[in-house]
């Protein structure tokens, strides 16, 4: 087992956090210096000291690239370890380092995440950030991950190659790690943390910025959705134009933006280049849906309107936010679907240990 922890500009809490895992176990520690300048070379030197190996940045370079620097250092010692990443500035615990070193050497194909409970004196903008990137990574991806954003991480040795191709270079890398997991068909295990917070803490990651990556996939979406819309109502207006009636109109409005519509998800917004997203495959499932979403709309904004007693106007834009949702998660999860059944069945069972959590 190999302890990889990327530093920029570290303060005494890394010699303190490699005292505790030197104490509590003789892992191998491998701490990547990202650049962080002459004013810091007295603790790394200490870390030296302490038995551990100093790999070197001459400039900051992210901590993407720090990671993946130390993923191809432990590559190339020729060595088959499994590789725990943590944080230097202290908020990681040894004790949560050994759970998550001692949960992915029983779990071989598994990313375990160490995950913080954001309560008591976590700041809001921690917290807030945290909620809004789960919420959005699981619209995004059908699975459910309690802590996006946490550094301390196991992977299982045959990752590595995998590891240093993701793209990312700074805090994105992390998160891009956790998009592409699902394809390659890595599962996630998810382990309780301690949550640690300094009054001095001060993190280089940009909470909005560095988490965007995840976001990108429903803003495909609402684009792909807009654009539909908009064809459906130009067309429309065409057709009555050329003095269709109004049932024959609607009908060939819809039809063709369904099929704009389709042919959009499918090429652009979600994955492509799998069996399973072959138009026989996923062309009946998404009209089938359009079906759905058709009954589901009349029938939603009756109910809101007639039984919550709120007015149809309202009614509708509700309607049509709940059903928008729906149809991004169906399309993603089932109608374009990137694995077989099985794959996705096996991923979503969930571990018996009390301590984890699909």
Request: proline share 3%; glycine share 6%.
């Amino acid at each position: 087992m190999t302890i990889l922890i990327p530093a920029y500009e570290p303060d005494t809490r890394l010699l303190t956090l490699i005292e505790k895992i030197k104490a509590a176990c003789n892992f191998k520690i491998v701490v990547v210096d990202d650049g962080s300048g002459e004013a810091y070379r007295g603790i790394f030197k200490a870390v030296q000291g302490y038995g551990c190996t100093v790999l070197t940045h001459e400039t900051n370079r992210g901590k993407g690239r720090a990671l993946k620097t130390g993923f191809q250092y432990i590559k190339k010692t020729g060595e088959s370890e499994d590789v725990v990443c943590a944080d230097s500035d202290g908020q990681h615990l040894p004790q949560d380092i050994l759970k998550i070193a001692q949960r992915i050497d029983e779990l071989k194909g598994y990313i375990v995440l160490g995950c913080r409970h954001f309560t008591d004196n976590v700041p809001l903008r921690s917290r807030f950030g945290n909620s809004v990137t789960r919420m959005v990574y699981t619209l995004a991806t059908g699975h459910r991950i309690y802590d996006t954003q946490t550094g301390l991480r196991g992977y299982s040795s045959d990752m590595l190659d995998w590891l240093c191709e993701v793209p990312g270079e700074r805090f994105e890398y992390e998160m891009n790690i956790l998009l592409d997991a699902d394809k390659k068909g890595y599962s996630f295990s998810q382990v309780d943390i301690h949550t640690v917070y300094h009054e001095n803490h001060s993190s280089h990651f940009r909470t909005f910025v560095d988490s965007a990556k995840v976001y990108i996939p429903l803003l495909k979406f609402s684009a792909s959705s807009l654009l539909s819309g908009i064809l459906d109502f130009s067309l429309l207006m065409v057709f009555q134009y050329l003095q269709l009636s109004l049932l024959l109109s609607v009908i060939s409005a819809r039809a063709c933006s369904s099929v704009f519509n389709y042919s959009v998800n499918r090429s652009f917004v979600f994955v492509k280049g799998n069996p399973s997203n072959s138009s026989q495959n996923s062309l009946p499932k998404y009209f089938s849906l359009v079906l759905i979403i058709i009954t589901l709309n009349y029938e939603l904004i009756r109910f809101i309107n007639l039984h919550l007693g709120i007015p149809v106007f309202y009614a509708k834009v509700l309607t049509e936010f709940i059903l928008f949702l729906l149809s991004y998660v169906v399309q993603k999860t089932f109608v374009f679907k990137n694995k077989p059944w099985q794959s996705s069945i096996k991923r979503c069972v969930l571990l018996s240990s009390p301590t984890l959590r699909e």
